[in-house]
T-cell receptor, first 117, second 114 residues
Framework: NAGVTQTPKFRVLKTGQSMTLLCAQDMNHEYMYWYRQDPGMGLRLIHYSVGEGTTAKGEVPDGYNVSRLKKQNFLLGLESAAPSQTSVYFC????????????????FGPGTRLTVL | AQSVTQPDIHITVSEGASLELRCNYSYGATPYLFWYVQSPGQGLQLLLKYFSGDTLVQGIKGFEAEFKRSQSSFNLRKPSVHWSDAAEYFCAVAGTNLASKLTFGTGTRLQVTL
């Protein structure tokens, strides 16, 4: 099993450009998440999904959109990139069968390093 | 809402020495508590978790953590550190209500000297 994969690994954008980050998981997990990691700030939740076709806002959703058309994929979009969105983006997934607490045992992808000039 | 504090930004220990990383949380009741590790250039990996019951929990790679309600703490320990333990460690907390999300601390970077 590949676990959680993210595409691309690195990307440089100019201000105002758009892009989509792709996250895929092969563990049949219900829940998927997008985080951003900035120095000295830990991980902050951008958006999340509790199942196919559903998404919800996290702590820092402004400037991002997401879609979950298939259970195994979770897309993060930047419609008009800004320098403040320079960050490392992590996707994660989890499931809640057997015990609800398992939702918090999250499996992370390797990250995408995005630079916006 | 819950919050978590990791007071040490950076810690250096010698290989073979013991390790303790501090974590304090804020929550109105007993939360769910976690430690994650991030090796350079990698995503996060769960080290251990506390849901309820025994306050001393064992994790992978020889790590353990102790939940102390009176101190609102969940410190991570390892008796003898290996050079491969050099990484960034994140404490995380989640509330027990259905809408709660995982909240991460700012991380502690561990350097291991030979």
């Amino acid at each position: 099993n590949a676990g959680v994969t993210q595409t691309p690994k690195f990307r440089v954008l100019k201000t105002g450009q758009s892009m989509t980050l792709l996250c895929a998981q092969d563990m049949n997990h219900e829940y998927m998440y997008w985080y951003r990691q900035d120095p000295g700030m830990g991980l902050r939740l951008i958006h999340y999904s509790v199942g196919e076709g559903t998404t919800a806002k996290g702590e820092v959703p402004d400037g991002y959109n997401v879609s979950r058309l298939k259970k195994q994929n979770f897309l993060l979009g930047l419609e008009s990139a800004a320098p403040s969105q320079t960050s490392v983006y992590f996707c994660a997934s989890s499931y809640s069968k057997f015990r609800r607490e398992f939702v918090y045992e999250q499996f992370f992808g390797p990250g995408t390093r995005l630079t916006v000039l | 809402a819950q919050s978590v504090t990791q007071p040490d930004i950076h810690i250096t220990v010698s290989e073979g020495a013991s390790l303790e990383l501090r974590c304090n949380y804020s929550y109105g009741a007993t939360p769910y508590l976690f430690w994650y590790v991030q090796s350079p250039g990698q995503g996060l990996q769960l080290l251990l978790k506390y849901f309820s019951g025994d306050t001393l929990v064992q994790g992978i790679k020889g790590f353990e953590a102790e939940f102390k309600r009176s101190q609102s703490s969940f410190n991570l320990r390892k008796p003898s550190v290996h050079w491969s333990d050099a990484a960034e460690y994140f404490c995380a907390v989640a509330g027990t209500n259905l809408a709660s999300k995982l909240t991460f601390g700012t991380g502690t970077r561990l350097q291991v000297t030979l």
